[in-house]
């Protein structure tokens, strides 16, 4: 099977029209023209990922966070990203991304995030694009809480469902009932204005900026932030995705769900 051919399959899924403007998504490295047999699922692209996919003969890498966020300004192999786009290249695996396609896409990210959670009433914190059809697609989801919790044990259970090593609370009073919840995977810090104007009580999201904590507690809004890795939770999502495609089915693609941990950060 040409990889181009499954790609335009994901395409349908998480069309590019819905990432962000400035968004590095799509093919990263490599050829969609070329066959592939095995394809590795997983968060990041870091080079123990590269040698995972070495190692168990994947053809093509599927990742959400793009491989090459910057342009690369030369190719000196004594750097450790270079080297690993060296070692891409040599062992012929193609890279493709999907980022705040995936995001923004319906049934994907924001809502396996959403879904996790247990979150009812469901719908879109953000409306970033709208299709032919009138189909609007944005990233983040807002919905309720099927019975109120405090902000405390609210933090508590997304530490269990996620399996955290730990987490920061941004809150004037951790005892607050809450039952509105606005998610966003990734870094939504800035997106706490739209929280605020869809009555969420508490906004999840990764990689909040200090500042940004400080308009938060001015705002009143509760803010959790599980960090950025949770949303780990593409890797079984899209492997379940592919593996229900017929076209996978048929040409007897094999789907791959990466082992290694990419999370930079340890808890003490």
């Known amino acids: ?32 023209d070329n066959e592939f047999t095995k394809v590795l699922v997983t968060l990041d692209v870091r080079p123990e990922v ?8 994947c053809d093509l890498i599927i990742a959400h966070h793009p491989v090459m966020f910057r342009p690369a ?10 080297k690993m ?34 979150l009812n009433n469901v719908n879109r914190l953000l409306n970033g694009y709208t299709d032919n059809q009138g189909n609007r697609f944005g ?15 609210f933090a508590t259970k997304i530490k269990q469902v996620f399996d955290l090593q730990g987490l920061r609370i ?14 966003l995977g990734g870094d939504g810090g800035k997106f706490y204005p739209q929280a605020l104007s869809k009555k969420a009580e508490v906004f999840v999201t990764g990689d909040i900026y200090y500042h940004t904590g400080h308009d938060m507690l001015a705002t009143g809004l509760n803010a959790i932030d599980p960090g950025h890795n949770i949303e780990k939770i593409c890797i079984p999502q899209l492997a ?6 017929n076209s996978v089915k048929t040409n007897g693609i094999e789907i791959v769900e990466s082992r ?3 999370n930079p950060f340890i808890f003490i």
């Not at 941004?170 to 998610?183: D, E, L, T, Y």
């Not at 379940?240 to 495609?245: A, G, N």
């Open 1 to 32: 099977m040409k990889i181009r051919d499954f790609i335009a399959q994901l395409e349908k899924f998480a069309p590019k029209e819905l990432a962000e403007s400035g968004d590095p998504i799509g093919l990263q490295i490599g050829n969609l």
């Open 73 to 82: 300004h030369n190719l000196d192999l004594a750097n450790p990203q270079n």
């Open 240 to 245: 379940s995705l592919f593996r229900s495609w």
């Open 260 to 262: 290694v941990n990419t």
């Open 50 to 57: 590269v040698e995972e996919a070495i190692a168990k003969h």
């Open 139 to 153: 990233m983040g989801r807002v919905g309720d809480l099927s019975k109120k919790m405090s902000v405390l044990e």
């Open 85 to 118: 786009y060296a070692n891409i290249i040599k062992h012929n695996i193609t890279v493709y991304a999907a980022h705040s396609n995936l995001d923004a896409a319906e049934n994907g990210m924001n809502d396996w995030l959403a879904e996790k959670l247990n």
């Open 170 to 183: 941004v809150s004037q009073n951790p005892g607050q009932m809450i039952s509105r919840v606005a998610v």
